[in-house]
């Protein structure tokens, strides 16, 4: 799981740093504004990458999923984006827990063949 939730929140990263590029010439918001938010959003989504087999960090990245949507706001384009990650997101959880519980039962038939 954490292997493809962290490549969703890589691609994250980029888009809303070139989001941030876009808020800054379309909106009204000062740059400062536009880039505290986008750095700090940036920010969370590598660290969120390496405390991913943590409690509650999937949580947190949904959390990261809603205002990614609700940053439509701001530039329209990312409501589309934001339900595409927002799905990028589910199917990474969901399947990336299928693969680890697979890998999980692989080790453990082989450890009994070994043992046998």
């Known amino acids: 799981m954490r292997t493809l939730c962290a490549s969703t929140l890589i691609g994250e990263f980029f888009v809303i740093g070139f989001a941030g590029l876009v808020a800054m010439q379309t909106s ?5 504004v536009v880039w505290t938010v986008s750095g700090v959003v940036m920010l969370l989504c590598l660290l969120l990458c390496g405390v991913l087999s943590r ?8 959390v ?43 080790a453990e038939q082989a450890a009994e063949a070994d043992a046998a």
């Not at 009204?28 to 400062?32: H, I, N, T, V």
């Not at 409690?55 to 949904?62: D, L, N, Q, R, S």
């Not at 990474?92 to 999980?104: L, N």
């Open 28 to 32: 009204e918001l000062s740059a400062g």
């Open 64 to 106: 990261l999923q809603a205002g990614l949507v609700a940053s439509g706001f701001i530039v329209p384009t990312m409501f589309f984006l934001g339900v595409c990650f927002g799905a990028l997101w589910w199917a990474s959880v969901h399947f990336g827990r299928k693969v680890d519980e697979a890998k999980a039962r692989f």
């Open 55 to 62: 409690p509650g960090a999937v949580t947190i990245g949904w």
